[in-house]
Every structure is written in structure tokens, then in C-alpha cells.
């Protein structure tokens, strides 16, 4: 069974840091892309962040490059979200997904999600 469980979220000063993480069981997880993305309150969920197992290479969005960095732990079947600067726009519920092997910034190219876990970024 697919299971992605996301935790490390919490509530944290503008300017602070958080890591997400987001634990992998139940496949392959050299053979998937794990992908973050988020939904604030009244907004449509987008993507944020994804990292490829074909050659580790990672995406972001325009609105978190510079301040957050995705990376993965094989031996943990763990991929996590160091999110730093952060600031008020960036609270939101957040979400693990995955795919086949290759990133896609689709919501609906991945097919198993995390339950998620809430980000609130204080002013």
C-alpha cells in the first residue's frame, strides 16, 4: 500500500525557517518524483516544489526559489522541505505527492498525496 505521510509544519515568525518532511512507504522510492505543493485559504492548491528520482533534479515555483530547497534522504524514503525566509503568504495546508519518476508541476499527474500539514507564517 502507497502511504506519503507529511509533518513539520507548525507556526513560525516571518523571517524564520521550517522543514517539512514527508515520509515515503508501501513502493519503489527510487523510482518516483515527490512533490510539494500547498493551498491557502480561499486559493487554488499549486505546486511548490518537486525533486525527480531519474536524476535527482528539482523544480520550483517563481514565488519559493531562493528560499526553499527540496532534498531527499534514499535511506529514509524521506524527502523534505527546508523553507527558509519565510513570510505570511506562505502559509498554507501543505501537501507530499507522487508520481513516476518525473516531476510535473500537473496536481493531477501524481497519483497518491500526504495528508498534509498546516505552515502558518505569523507577520
Known amino acids: 500500500e502507497v502511504q506519503l505521510q507529511a509533518s513539520g509544519g507548525g507556526l513560525v515568525q516571518a523571517g524564520g525557517s521550517l522543514r517539512l518532511s514527508c515520509a515515503a512507504s508501501?513502493?519503489?522510492?527510487?523510482?518516483?518524483?515527490i512533490a510539494w505543493f500547498r493551498q491557502a485559504p480561499g486559493k487554488e492548491r499549486e505546486g511548490v516544489a518537486c525533486i525527480s528520482a531519474s536524476d535527482g533534479s528539482t523544480y520550483y515555483a517563481d514565488s519559493v526559489k531562493g528560499r526553499f530547497t527540496i532534498s531527499s534522504d534514499n535511506a529514509k524514503n524521506t524527502v523534505y522541505l527546508q523553507m527558509n525566509t519565510l513570510k505570511p503568504e506562505d502559509t498554507a495546508l501543505y501537501y507530499c505527492?507522487?508520481?513516476?519518476?518525473?516531476?510535473?508541476?500537473?496536481?493531477?499527474?501524481?497519483?497518491?498525496w500526504g495528508q498534509g500539514t498546516l505552515v502558518t507564517v505569523s507577520s
Open positions: 505527492a507522487e508520481r513516476w519518476v518525473y516531476c510535473s508541476q500537473a496536481e493531477g499527474a501524481f497519483t497518491s
Open positions: 508501501g513502493f519503489n522510492f527510487d523510482d518516483y518524483a
